[in-house]
């Protein structure tokens, strides 16, 4: 079993849904909780960063972080065509020398 | 201005060959990494190099080194290259700091014949 589990997808939306991923971890040490996107032949690139329990909202983005559960969650809302790609979750724990560990992603597809 | 670059972008060699990968960033960052990314997209960690320490991942074969001729740079030198070195390589940088954001390259696309 992988430190961090996400569901690969694809998972396919109309434009304008609102898209739940997530990810459930092992390790109870992580603290710090990320989301990346990673479009199509590109690096992945920072979305959302936590750190410990809680949401945080940018924009159209709202990222959970549920440690009881070890249990992520990324809501987009009015989804976008321009956001279909891999989204990854991250975490890393307090003193990891800044090391990530990554879930495998998941493929997000936004249809006109 | 690209924030972390790498070259080459495609690589195609032959089984047993070496090759190195090449990462330079200019965002002043202290720590650098390398990542590999495998056909279904999971992404794990190599190396995290400061001038400090290095810090290995214990599942990578040591056929495979870091190495930092200054702070903006940290190539990957790979020897002997096998099939299952096939994957996208990316290289990372961010301030030393717990919890510093990583800014991710381009991406450099390895080929094992």
């Known amino acids: 079993q992988k430190e961090v589990e996400q569901d690969p997808g694809p998972l396919s939306v109309p434009e304008g849904a609102i898209v739940s991923l997530n990810c459930t971890y092992s390790?109870?040490?992580?603290?710090?909780f990320m989301w990346y996107r990673q479009y199509s032949r590109k690096g992945p690139e920072l979305l959302m960063y936590?750190?410990?329990?809680g949401n945080k909202e940018d924009g159209r983005f709202t990222a959970q972080v549920d440690k009881s559960s070890k249990y992520i969650s990324l809501f987009i809302r009015d989804s976008q065509p321009s956001d279909s790609a891999t989204y990854l979750c991250?975490?890393?724990?307090?003193?990891?020398?800044?090391?990530?560990?990554f879930g495998g992603g998941t493929r997000l597809m936004v249809k006109p | 201005d690209t924030a972390v670059s790498q070259t080459p972008k495609y690589l195609v060699t032959q089984m047993g060959n070496d090759k190195s990968i090449k990462c330079e960033q200019n965002?002043?960052?202290?720590?650098m990494y390398w990542y590999k990314q495998d056909s279904k997209k999971f992404l794990k960690i190599m190396f995290s190099y400061n001038n400090k320490e290095l810090i290995i991942n214990e599942t990578v074969p040591n056929r495979f080194s870091p190495k930092s001729p200054d702070k903006a740079h940290l190539n990957l030198h790979i020897n002997s290259l096998e099939l299952g070195d096939s994957a996208v390589y990316f290289c990372?940088?961010?301030?030393?700091?717990?919890?510093?954001?990583?800014?991710f390259g381009p991406g450099t696309r390895l080929t094992v014949l």
């Open positions: 936590t750190y410990s329990s």
């Open positions: 965002l002043g960052h202290d720590t």
């Open positions: 990372a940088s961010s301030q030393e700091l717990p919890g510093s954001v990583q800014f």
């Open positions: 390790n109870s040490a992580f603290q710090y």
């Open positions: 991250a975490m890393r724990e307090n003193n990891a020398g800044n090391m990530l560990t």
